[in-house]
C-alpha cells in the first residue's frame, strides 16, 4: 500500500485543537498555507524512503513552523555588545517622552502640516526649527531622513556643476557605503581635493578657490583619528577664507551633539553650536548617533541657504515622516534642560554610566546567569570591560565598564558559539561579543528596570540551548 495514502488532508491537520489558537490569532490562511508547505515536504521525504510521520509529529510542526513565521522580525534584543551606539541594533534608543510622543503621533492625526493658529497649511520643519535654532544658534534649520541624505541635499542644493574643495584627510567612508566622494558625483558636485592625508593647510585652500568653486566643505572625521605629524585648518579660518570668496563654508559634524558631552565626564566631541560659532554657513549631523534621537538629518545654518535647500526638489523625496518629527520633537526639547540630559536622554545616560554602577549590575545578574550556564562546560565570571560609543563617535575613546566573560573550561571553543546562538534564539534575543577567547556581555546598556525581563529570558536559555542543539 501507498504509504501517503495515510497522509492526514489539510482539513483534518486545520481541525486540530493545538493549532486552534495559533489559527485565533494569524487567522486560518497562514495556518493552511505552513500546512500546505509541510505536507508537501513529507511527501516529498516518504517517497525517499523516509517513514510517515504521526499526526502529533505534523501539528507540532506545524505549530512551530506558524509560530516561527509570524515572529516579528524587527526583534526588539538585548545590546550587551558594548557599543552603545551600534549601528544594526538600530543605534540610538530613544528616551520615554520621544516613545509616548511617537505613539500619539502613529495613533492619531496631529498638525504635522497644519498652522493651529491661523488653520492654514503649516511647514512640517516648523515642528522642530525653532528648537534647532535655540539649541544651535542658528537661524534656520530643516529635517531629512538622515545624515547622508543631509549631506547628499546640501550638495546638490549649493553645488550641482560645480567644484566642493576638501581635504585629502576627510575623504572618509562611513560604513554601509556612505563615502563622501561618491556622495560628491552623485550629488553633481565636482569634488576637490586639496592637501595631503595628514597635513592640509589653509594656502592648499586658498589655492584651489575658482570661478567654479561653489563651497568649501570640512568633514568630521568621525570614525578614525589621524595622529602624529598632522594639521587641520581651523574651522575658523575655513570660514573667514570661504567669505572672503563670497563662498559657503559647510560642516558634515556626523554625529554632532547639542551639548559638551564633556561637561558629563565623556571626551569632547564638536558641537553643531561650536560650528555655527566658528562661522559656518551651514552643519549637517545625525538625529541618531550622539544626540539620541531618532534617524534624521538635521541641517542647522543660513536662513537663505536653508530656504534653498527647502526649494530643492528632492527635499519632498528626503523629507522626515511624522512619527521621526514627534520623536525628534520631544527629544531636542530635553536638551533644554541640561541639568538633567545624563538622566533623561537614554544614550547619554548609557555613555555616561558609571563603571560601579554597572559592576554592582554584573554581580547581582552572576548567579542568574551561572545558573542559566550550569549544565555546559564553561566558567562565568565579571570582568572589567571597556564601551565603545559606536556609529563612528569617538572612534578612539573607550569607557570603563563592565560584564561577564563566558570561557569555556578546556580547549573546546565551539561551546561559546553555542552559547551565542542560544542567547539570539531567546524571546528577546541576548547579543554579546567574543573577545580574548571569551563571550563578553557588557552590561552598560541593560537599564535597571530591565533587570528583571533579563533575568527571565536567561532563565530560558536551557530550553534555547536544546532546541538550537537539534
Ligand atoms: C554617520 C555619518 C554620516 C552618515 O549619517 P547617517 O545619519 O548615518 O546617514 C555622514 N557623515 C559623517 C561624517 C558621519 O559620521
Redesign the pocket.
Known sequence: MNPLSQLPSVDRLLCAPELAALVDAHGHAVVTAAIRDLLAAVRTAVREGAALPADAALVARVGAAVTAQMQPRLRPVFNLTGTVLHTNLGRAPLPEEAVQALIAAARSPCALEYDLETGGRGDRDHVVDDLLCELTGAEAATVVN????A?FLLLNTLAQKKQVIVSRGEL?E?GGA?RVPDIMSRAGAKLVEVGTTNRTHLKDFAEAITPRSALLMK??A??YAIHGFTHAVAESELAELAHRHQLPFVI????GTLTDLAAYGLPHEPTAAEAIAAGADLVTF?G??LLGGP?A?LLVGRKDLIAKIKKNPLKRALRVGKLTLAALEAVLALYRDPDRLHLRVTAVRQLTRPQADIAAQAARLLPVLQAALAALPVTVDVVALMSQIG??SLPVERLPSSGFAIRPQGRKGGVLKRIEQGLRALAKPVIGRIGDGALLLDLRCLAAGEENEFGAALAGLPAALRRTAV
Open positions: 538622515n545624515n547622508a541624505a549631506v572618509i562611513i556612505f568633514v568630521h568621525s570614525n558634515d559634524l556626523g554625529s545625525s541618531d548617533k534617524q538629518g556609529s563612528g
